[in-house]
């Protein structure tokens, strides 16, 4: 469970960290308009920039010139856009945030204890000049002209409890079901973490734990994908596309984001 407190303007989160395995204690304060997102460690200050990213193998990693690094932080970016979030400062005192019950629904919580939902519409403001097309070995992801923003995933996993699953979700909708949605592991992996009845665990042919609906993995892909391409600068909601993402993850998403900077002129 997350600690969420919101006093002298700053908002402080402190809950359990998934690679330190000990408490991770953030702050949030606003800063000046058009600053966008930055992660504060100790004297080293790490935008949130693809320019910055330096892994992107089982989640995204930004790393500064001095050697200071962050990770798990692409469901807190994606709670910034699906909230519309913005211009924030995050202090941390690990080298990640708060991973919660593996979702981004304690970003949520946290940010309307503070009052940082903005509640006007998200508008699109930028078009994707051609269809960008990313793909590796049996993994694609795709962004196409499309009028509005829309993510879809197409899961195919050989686990018994996955298998085939396809989820979408559009900028017009009520984003809970995305901030939700768990990540999830298999048991070798959450036991190393010593979290496996705290996230969501894939066990001989089902999860440890019952989801919030059949295509919570799905969403949780969609979620990741969102969060990933806040990377390029700009809320990715405010991009007139759709993106399809197939078996695809946190590199490929990376490597989208990079080339909507280009294409978008971001």
Known sequence: MSEILFKENKLLVNGNGLFSKEEVNVSIQKAKPGSGITFVLGNEKINANVKNVSNATRNTVLSTSGGETICLIEHFLAACSLLNVDDIEVHTNKNELVMGDGSAIHWFEAFKKASLIKDEKIIQ?????ET????????????IPHNGFKVSYAMDHPHPALGKMWASFEATEDPMKILRARTFGT????????VTDKLLTLL??????????????????????????????????KINMHVIGFRSGHEMNVDLCRSLIVNCGL
Request: hydrophobic share 35%; charged share 35%; aromatic share 6%.
């Open 187 to 194: 048991k070798q992996e959450n036991d190393f973490f010593g």
């Open 204 to 237: 001989d042919g089902e999860f440890n734990k019952e989801l919030h609906e059949p295509i919570e993995p799905a969403y949780h892909k969609v979620l990741d994908i969102i969060g990933d391409l806040r990377l390029c600068g700009i809320n990715p909601l």
């Open 132 to 143: 960008i097309l990313i793909k590796k070995d049996k993994k694609e992801i795709v962004a």
């Open 125 to 129: 403001t930028h078009n994707i000049k």
